[in-house]
């Protein structure tokens, strides 16, 4: 062109849904509308390939909350790993990260082979932090937890006891230096056997105010400092460097600084945080504030707050949350195990990868009332199918999404996994209205001009430009029968089990006319694969 190359951007309105099935529309005829609004034409953040991570923890059977024991045999110690489900769940995902730690993790020792320092388990004793003993991990159970993960696949965190030579302080903290022997034996032992860990964590909850003990920021760096120099001596000369990770406790913005100031450079691969944000497991109001978007929104400030502290200190360290069960106290029984935590679990997987988290793990993969996994039966809860159209579905670009309408509507995009165009996930918290959703994506345009100085000036431009709308593919999840307690979850009005060799369910789309809007049922949810989106950001 005489005038310069004019590149329209595009204002895209894409009628986007389903069929309607009686299974999602018989619950209530009220209808609302609205749009969501996706911007496709840069990345606004983006998380790690494999996003979604799931938890291990060492709680014996008798840890009990509220009178209730709900880890039964799901501890690294006991837990059961010829069981066919488990390796079938782990091995759906293709890696799945697995964080192995948790409340105990800092009373564990490591068996050395040593005769003269046997190896005991924990031992219940309501005078000792978090109600037990140290606890032993016998070199032998080690190597079958290994070579159940090489089988499955899966992609292992260890979290490393932190509390190893402290001493009790004046303020309540611990203070003194890390004594590490124990961990880098285990370490040395790791590798020497040809054993994958894919990162290594200093610490469970031992940060800012902690949980049981806490350690200063300063002494925290220093130990850190510490374990990357045993880490890396020990893999010397090995084409694979594990991750180092600390400090796994709850965000406290001055700790967190301070910690990152005062760890040498390169020490920190990860810096992990954790979040119990609906409170207690007993707490009778837990699915109103799951459901309240209002509720919802009060975590992201942790979130931008890690993000901006990791920008302003400079460091390369990336952000994961290393734990998260929503509930602390082990969860409860027919919420966070039930289709309704689906709502949390989902909000917040979208919610920090708005923020450049990069893993997100969830308490746990089995055990509690919290578990993707039913802690006695290993079949999969609400959550674990929720989890893995994430994985399969999501991929690491994250784009900017906003929903025009109802405040009950959840709205988060994607560039698609392995696949044109993006993937758009829709929560729907009102229980009374299906809303119809449009999409609309908005491209900005360029027009390069000739300049005086540079051969091209950029200006902002805009064009309405419809494009011919394709075929999507779209995954309607609602709860059995309605009812949010449900630990059944359909599919696209089909009921998700098991198949006859316990096998992972093939987790079919239903296709759908572009042209269409977008049904989002009452109390359900939507993942909507979009391939003819027009999306430079995932070109």
Same mark, same amino acid.
């Given at each position: 062109?005489?005038?310069?190359?004019?590149?329209?951007?595009?204002?895209?309105?894409?009628?986007?849904?389903?069929?309607?099935?009686?299974?999602?529309?018989?619950?209530?005829?009220?209808?609302?509308?609205?749009?969501?609004?996706?911007?496709? +034409?840069?990345?606004?953040?983006?998380?790690?390939?494999?996003?979604?991570?799931? +938890?291990?923890?060492?709680?014996?059977?008798?840890?009990?909350?509220?009178?209730?024991?709900?880890?039964?045999?799901? %501890?690294?110690?006991? *837990?059961?790993?010829?069981?066919?489900?488990?390796?079938?769940?782990?091995?759906?995902?293709?890696?799945?990260?697995?964080?192995?730690?948790?409340?105990?993790?800092?009373?564990?020792?490591? =068996?050395?082979?040593?005769?003269?320092?046997?190896?005991?388990?924990?031992?219940?004793?309501?005078?000792?932090? !978090?109600?037990? +003993?140290? &606890?032993?991990?016998?070199? %032998?159970?080690?190597?079958?937890?290994?070579?159940?993960?090489?089988?499955?696949?899966?992609?292992?965190?260890?979290?490393?006891?932190?509390? $190893? &030579?402290?001493?009790?302080?004046?303020?309540? %903290?611990?203070?003194?230096?890390?004594?590490?022997?124990?961990?880098?034996?285990?370490?040395?032992?790791?590798?020497?056997?040809?054993?994958?860990? %894919?990162?290594?964590?200093?610490?469970?909850?031992?940060?800012?105010?902690?949980?049981?003990?806490?350690?200063?920021?300063?002494?925290?760096?220093?130990?850190?400092?510490?374990?990357?120099?045993i880490v890396d001596e020990t893999y010397n000369g090995s084409q694979f460097k594990p991750l180092v990770l600390a400090p796994g406790g709850f965000f406290d913005?001055?700790? !967190?600084?301070?910690?990152?100031?005062?760890?040498?450079?390169?020490?920190? =691969?990860?810096?992990?945080?954790?979040?119990?944000?609906?409170?207690?497991?007993?707490?009778? $109001? /837990?699915?109103?504030?799951?459901?309240?978007?209002?509720?919802? =929104?009060?975590?992201?400030?942790?979130? #931008?707050? /890690?993000?901006?502290?990791?920008?302003?200190?400079?460091?390369?360290?990336?952000?994961?949350?290393?734990?998260?069960?929503?509930?602390?106290?082990s969860g409860q029984h027919l919420v966070t195990d039930a289709f309704v935590f689906s709502f949390w679990y989902l909000d917040q997987l979208g919610m920090s #990868?708005?923020?450049?988290?990069?893993?997100?793990?969830?308490?746990?993969?089995?055990?509690?009332?919290?578990?993707?996994?039913?802690? $006695?039966? !290993?079949?999969?809860?609400?959550?674990?199918?929720?989890?893995?159209?994430?994985?399969?579905?999501?991929?690491?670009?994250?784009?900017?999404?906003? !929903? $025009?309408?109802?405040?009950?509507?959840?709205?988060?995009?994607?560039?698609?996994?392995?696949?044109?165009?993006?993937?758009?996930?829709?929560?729907?918290?009102?229980?009374?209205?299906?809303?119809?959703?449009?999409?609309?994506?908005?491209?900005?345009?360029?027009?390069?001009?000739?300049?005086?100085?540079?051969?091209?000036?950029?200006?902002?431009?805009?064009?309405?430009?419809?494009?011919?709308?394709?075929?999507?593919?779209?995954?309607?999840?609602?709860?059995?029968?309605?009812?949010?307690?449900?630990?059944?979850?359909?599919?696209?009005?089909?009921? *998700?089990?098991?198949?006859?060799?316990?096998?992972?369910?093939?987790?079919?789309?239903?296709?759908?006319?572009?042209?269409?809007?977008?049904?989002?049922?009452?109390? #359900?949810?939507?993942?909507?694969?979009?391939?003819?989106?027009?999306?430079?950001?995932?070109?």
């Amino acid at each position: 062109m005489a005038g310069g190359l004019l590149r329209w951007p595009v204002l895209c309105l894409f009628n986007a849904l389903i069929f309607l099935s009686p299974v999602w529309t018989a619950r209530s005829e009220a209808v609302t509308q609205g749009t969501a609004i996706v911007d496709g +034409t840069a990345a606004i953040s983006s998380t790690d390939e494999h996003f979604i991570c799931a +938890t291990l923890d060492w709680w014996p059977p008798e840890k009990c909350d509220y009178g209730t024991c709900a880890w039964g045999l799901a %501890s690294l110690l006991n *837990l059961n790993l010829s069981s066919r489900i488990l390796l079938n769940a782990i091995k759906a995902f293709s890696p799945l990260k697995l964080r192995l730690g948790g409340s105990l993790q800092d009373k564990v020792i490591y =068996d050395t082979g040593d005769p003269q320092k046997p190896c005991r388990p924990f031992v219940k004793n309501s005078s000792e932090m !978090f109600g037990f +003993t140290e &606890g032993c991990l016998p070199l %032998s159970r080690w190597d079958q937890l290994n070579e159940f993960f090489r089988e499955s696949g899966a992609t292992v965190i260890f979290g490393l006891n932190a509390l $190893n &030579g402290r001493v009790p302080m004046s303020d309540g %903290s611990v203070g003194g230096p890390w004594n590490y022997t124990n961990a880098a034996s285990l370490i040395r032992y790791t590798v020497n056997k040809g054993y994958t860990v %894919s990162g290594w964590e200093l610490g469970n909850e031992l940060s800012g105010s902690g949980v049981g003990a806490r350690i200063n920021a300063d002494q925290y760096a220093a130990d850190l400092n510490n374990l990357r120099f045993i880490v890396d001596e020990t893999y010397n000369g090995s084409q694979f460097k594990p991750l180092v990770l600390a400090p796994g406790g709850f965000f406290d913005a001055d700790w !967190f600084r301070e910690f990152l100031v005062k760890t040498k450079p390169s020490s920190l =691969d990860v810096i992990s945080h954790h979040i119990y944000n609906l409170g207690p497991g007993v707490d009778p $109001n /837990l699915v109103q504030k799951i459901l309240n978007p209002s509720y919802l =929104d009060g975590e992201a400030s942790t979130f #931008s707050n /890690l993000r901006d502290i990791l920008k302003s200190t400079g460091a390369s360290t990336s952000a994961w949350v290393g734990e998260a069960g929503g509930a602390y106290n082990s969860g409860q029984h027919l919420v966070t195990d039930a289709f309704v935590f689906s709502f949390w679990y989902l909000d917040q997987l979208g919610m920090s #990868s708005l923020y450049d988290t990069k893993t997100y793990c969830r308490q746990s993969l089995i055990g509690g009332n919290y578990g993707l996994l039913n802690t $006695n039966t !290993f079949k999969p809860n609400p959550d674990y199918y929720s989890a893995l159209l994430w994985h399969r579905l999501i991929g690491p670009k994250v784009l900017s999404a906003t !929903f $025009n309408g109802t405040k009950m509507i959840r709205a988060y995009a994607h560039c698609a996994r392995d696949s044109k165009g993006i993937t758009l996930l829709l929560l729907n918290l009102d229980g009374n209205s299906t809303a119809q959703v449009n999409v609309t994506a908005y491209v900005r345009a360029v027009k390069l001009r000739r300049g005086s100085r540079k051969r091209f000036s950029h200006a902002p431009v805009a064009k309405e430009h419809k494009i011919a709308a394709g075929t999507r593919e779209e995954y309607h999840l609602t709860a059995m029968d309605g009812n949010l307690h449900s630990q059944t979850v359909l599919l696209n009005g089909n009921i *998700l089990d098991l198949d006859a060799n316990d096998g992972i369910p093939v987790l079919q789309s239903v296709k759908v006319d572009g042209r269409k809007p977008i049904y989002v049922a009452p109390f #359900s949810i939507v993942f909507a694969h979009i391939p003819y989106f027009y999306a430079p950001a995932c070109i």
